[in-house]
């Protein structure tokens, strides 16, 4: 079982002495020796400062720098236009290794007739200064160890710490979980295969709420309630709570401490289906503002100058940001919301937005104003690093309650009521320690590392934007991609430091929104939010004579090992994120350039796409895929799928029941399964039982308790066209919450059925 110790924070040596045979050279290669022999610490060296830049930028595990400051060789950093030559190398080496990481401990091998070139600014950002061939290699080595040591304690949040120093105690367990720190999984072969693949730490970190060591994350005692204190603290908020089963629950318990059975809240129609479902829980009456769409499909903002400004009402929920990138800014929706008593913005993609200026306004913590509560729900694990389900409530306290302490408590009295309801009495302290890392890897340099992951995804959109130019210049066409048609001229470093170049304005053309419903300059375009455009169908609507759905184009990278987050008809969707490589995106362009190569070819399926030819021999067997692609596309074009999407989701259907009685309907099994293709809306309205919710565009499109009758009728076109282009193109299935397929009959064809409440 490997526990960390200093062992696990290397040494970085920035010296071109050690391989040299000179005094400085012994006495150097002796302190290297000693460090690893006699102090158990581990070292890694280079002799350039280009050579430490790239190991700098690629290892965050050092424990230590030190960096020669006469070193001779400089070099070049790969990848950029930046030199480091000339008599201020080592500062720019020094202030560059304090920009990325504010805590590792610097030190300065110089000579004592160099003080002097040593600039005050320099000697405020390293830990100390050895002078070469004073006092003997083994005190040296002792000084750097203690750097090391002194760092590595710094290193490990509270409840991380006390984890950790837990699992390295060796206890025997006398408690649950069953395989008591993984020894159960060894009674047999399965268990043993579990057991070796995920290895001794994460099973012995697996304990009981048994342990008081680890506090408790129902009281928010001990170190679970420090390491949330310090989320808070480091998100901005007043109080922040952990969430153990998604931002899907963490809805859940903002919602059930706030609305009460008939309360009026106001909610996004794009909103994530939790939030539906908290509709239910409350047995609130849901009212709904619409979000414009562009011709592609695209989500965008909320139109709210739809919002009722005389209304009332008891919570609203605001997306934020949305699938596709829409950020708001935080104090246009409270102002256009403020007949709302309680705001409420999932965030639950957009947990890094506190961590860059470029997001400045534009997330819910920033709020100052003090005028009402205000929740921030967030799935940390979606774009930052926790574990997959771990997630952050973070609250922000109006006025009166912010200046008490007694209100203070109070308030956490009552919502914690709501949080033990949803919380689990065996709660896995790993996922715990994913939440306290992912904070404090963002206390630390969240604003550095959220800048590197900006600056790969504007480089890539403007290498893909830069290659699309080329390409139809020679009369070729390549793919493109959903931005402000500045992006591909503009400077990275200008596109990451300036706001107003993302801004969404009402009469630009490149987002395709109407200017009726984008009524101010009031978002942005999330740039870490990559939508890649197909040829088809600009987004304004209008149709090409040819065209590359989307969805051949994702089922060819997938194959290829690249995983889309979303596909529409023609877009599709890439996150950039702390995960995210310029190796993936060499990878991307490459694959796309081979995709199109393979269509200009005509390449047959049973080549491209051999699963899927196998699967279904009779639709694609001897298909080339350019046809392929020209099938789907003209079917598309001519059933009016694209434009029915569209329609279908401005629609607000009429309200039969409120959510809350529509699933009551359920549990008292007065429903039935009917054939989509048996409805007739206009004549025989029904009541909708359960959410439909079709990917693409992943929204809700019809709400428990709505009525299919005359008004909902592009509803029922939408999903009547999406059953037919399914089958007319066998494994394009997508998914489509709150539809039951029915298994295919002798021809192959399968009946879309929907619950409805049964009619009196």
């Not at 110089?110 to 290699?137: C, F, Y």
């Not at 409420?344 to 100052?368: I, T």
């Not at 390549?478 to 200008?494: L, N, Y």
Request: aromatic share 10%.
């Amino acid at each position: 079982m490997k526990i960390i110790g200093k062992h696990s924070w290397p040494v970085l040596f920035v010296s071109d002495q050690l391989n040299r045979q000179t005094d400085e050279g012994a006495w150097l290669k002796e302190i290297v020796d000693t460090l690893i022999a006699d102090h158990g610490c581990t070292a890694m060296f280079c002799s350039a400062y280009g050579d430490a830049h790239d190991i700098i930028y690629s290892h965050e595990d050092l424990g230590t720098v030190v960096i020669d400051w006469e070193n001779q060789e400089l070099g070049r950093v790969h990848g950029k236009n930046e030199d480091l030559a000339g008599p201020n190398a080592a500062a720019r080496l020094v202030e560059y290794v304090r920009r990325r990481n504010a805590g590792v401990p610097i030190l300065v091998l110089s000579d004592r007739s160099s003080i002097e070139s040593i600039p005050n600014g320099v000697l405020e950002r390293v830990n100390g200064v050895i002078w070469k061939l004073t006092d003997t290699p083994q005190f040296n080595a002792g000084r750097i160890e203690r750097a090391v040591e002194d760092y590595s304690r710094t290193v490990l949040p509270a409840f991380f710490r006390n984890l950790v120093d837990y699992v390295a105690e060796y206890n025997f367990a006398w408690h649950t979980p069953g395989h008591m720190g993984g020894q159960g999984f060894l009674k047999s072969p399965s268990g043993t295969a579990f057991h070796k693949f995920f290895g001794e730490n994460v099973l012995r970190a697996d304990l009981s709420i048994s342990v008081p060591e680890l506090g408790s994350l129902l009281d928010h005692s001990g170190v679970t309630g420090e390491a949330e204190r310090f989320s808070a603290e480091v998100f901005g908020a007043d109080s922040t709570y952990y969430v153990l089963n998604g931002t899907s629950t963490g809805n859940q318990v903002v919602w059930r401490s706030q609305v009460s059975p008939g309360d009026r809240c106001l909610l996004d129609r794009n909103c994530h289906k939790s939030l539906s479902h908290a509709m239910i829980i409350t047995s609130a009456v849901p009212e709904y503002m619409v979000p414009v769409r562009n011709a592609l499909g695209i989500i965008g903002p909320v139109d709210f100058g739809t919002v009722d400004p005389a209304g009332s009402w008891a919570m609203s929920a605001l997306t934020n940001s949305t699938y596709d990138g829409i950020c708001y800014d935080a104090r246009h929706a409270a102002e256009a919301l403020s007949g709302a008593a309680v705001l409420h913005f999932d965030e639950a993609w957009y947990a890094y937005a506190k961590f860059h200026p470029v997001y400045a306004n534009h997330f819910g913590m920033s709020l100052e104003s003090r005028d009402r509560l205000i929740f921030c729900t967030q799935s940390t694990h979606k774009l930052l690093t926790a574990f997959s389900q771990a997630s952050m409530i973070h609250v922000r306290f109006p006025a009166d309650i912010h200046a008490s302490e007694a209100l203070r408590d109070d308030f956490h009295d009552t919502f914690n009521e709501s949080y033990m309801m949803h919380g689990s009495t065996s709660p896995q302290y790993s996922m715990v320690a994913s939440l306290d890392v992912a904070t404090k890897m963002m206390h630390d340099n969240g604003t550095t590392a959220h800048a590197d992951i900006m600056e790969e995804a504007i480089e890539l959109r403007r290498k893909i934007a830069k290659i699309r130019e080329q390409e139809t210049a020679e009369g070729d066409w390549f793919f493109g991609m959903w931005q402000p048609d500045e992006i591909a001229d503009t400077p990275t470093r200008e596109l990451i430091g300036d706001q107003s170049r993302w801004v969404l304005r009402p009469e630009a053309g490149w987002h395709g929104f109407p200017a009726s419903g984008l009524t101010g300059p009031y978002t942005m375009l999330d740039p870490i939010k990559l939508t890649f455009l197909c040829p088809g169908v600009d987004v304004h609507g209008a149709w090409s004579d040819t065209g590359v759905p989307a969805a051949v184009v994702t089922r060819y990278l997938g194959d290829k090992g690249i995983v889309c987050e979303k596909t529409d008809y023609y877009s599709w969707l890439l996150l950039n994120s702390l995960g995210t490589t310029k190796g993936k995106q060499g990878t991307l362009v490459a694959e796309l350039f081979r995709f199109r190569e393979l269509y200009e070819s005509n390449a047959p399926l049973d080549r491209v796409f051999p699963a899927l030819a196998r699967a279904h021999p009779a639709a694609y067997r001897g298909t080339g895929l350019r046809d392929h692609c020209q099938a789907m596309h003209e079917h598309l074009r001519a059933s009016g799928l694209l434009e029915s999407m569209v329609r279908s989701s401005r629609i607000i259907p009429d309200r039969a029941l409120i959510p809350a009685e529509a699933y009551r309907a359920i549990v008292k099994k007065r429903v039935e399964f009917v054939d989509l293709d048996c409805i007739d809306p206009v004549n025989d309205p029904r009541t909708a039982a359960v959410m439909v919710v079709p990917y693409p565009p992943g929204i809700p499109i019809l709400m428990g308790g709505e009525l299919l009758n005359e008004r909902s009728l592009p509803i029922l076109e939408y999903l009547r066209a999406r059953h037919r282009f399914e089958e007319a193109f066998p494994g394009y299935e997508g998914d489509m919450h709150g539809i039951d397929r029915s298994p295919p009959d002798a021809d192959g064809r399968c009946r879309w059925e929907i619950m409805l409440v049964k009619k009196d």
